[in-house]
């Protein structure tokens, strides 16, 4: 699961890195969160996790309340989350996470981008048996951290995995455990950096070069757009 995560992790970062919409991604990503459970983030834990994630990318505090209130307005934008799944270049398997305001328009602009790649859009709930949905939460170790001691701890809680990469740390577990980890996190000081409900193929499929280089460029096209919040594959 490591691997396939890092991969993905590190090539989406890649492109974010690039985009000039990540901000306006984030702040939908508050604002449907607000709307959903309110504006408080210390009773709205999704609206929590999702201001967590905007600071993780350094996005500015203003920005940030101007979201929550953007949820408070009564012409505000009404967005609703949707979910889609295709087959991409050579196979490939595609699940699109969005927030829309226009889900005509948004399935529309997905199903284009499959087919102008030569895929096609499958119906919702055909790859559900091909991803695990997980938990996950990054965080810098402190100076007295202890791996086996917080594994021990966290076991309780739904954890299923615990790995260091790049100098951090990545707690995995079943998505219906993220409230009980987060919550078992906080109540050891741990400051998560990044929280975030991620899918896992469950049977990576190694492409060559060249294949990916196609696969790519059809992510590429369904980030950029202001609809689509993430993108996972089954990509090794």
């Known amino acids: 699961m490591g691997r396939a995560f890092e991969y993905r992790r590190a090539a989406k970062e890649k492109r974010w890195d690039k985009m000039s919409k990540i901000f306006p991604k984030l702040a939908r990503s508050i604002t449907v969160a607000a709307k959903e459970g309110g504006t408080d ?59 829309t305001d226009n889900s005509t328009r948004t399935v529309a602009n997905v199903k284009s981008y499959f087919n102008k790649a030569g895929g096609s859009l499958v119906p919702t709930g055909s790859l559900d048996f091909m991803f695990n949905r997980k938990a996950v939460f990054e965080f810098i170790p402190p100076d007295d951290f202890d791996q086996e001691e917080l594994e021990l701890e966290l076991i309780d809680a739904g954890l299923e995995e615990i790995e260091e990469n790049d100098e951090k740390i990545y707690i995995y577990g079943d998505y219906t455990n993220f409230g009980s980890l987060s919550q078992a996190l906080e ?50």
Request: glycine share 4%; hydrophobic share 35%; proline share 5%.
């Open 187 to 236: 109540e050891r000081g741990i400051e998560v950096e990044r929280s975030t409900l991620q899918r896992f193929p469950t049977t990576p499929v190694e492409f060559s070069e060249e294949q990916l280089e196609e696969i790519e460029k059809m992510l590429d096209k369904l980030e950029d757009d202001d609809d689509v919040q993430a993108v996972y594959t089954n990509i090794e």
């Open 41 to 99: 983030p210390d009773m709205n834990a999704k609206l929590r996790t999702a201001i967590q994630n905007a600071k993780a990318q350094n996005m500015p505090k203003d920005n940030i309340e101007a979201a929550i209130k953007r949820a408070e307005g009564k012409d505000s934008d009404n967005y609703v989350e949707v979910l889609y799944e295709g087959k991409g270049p050579h196979g490939v398997l595609v699940v699109v996470e969005c927030a």
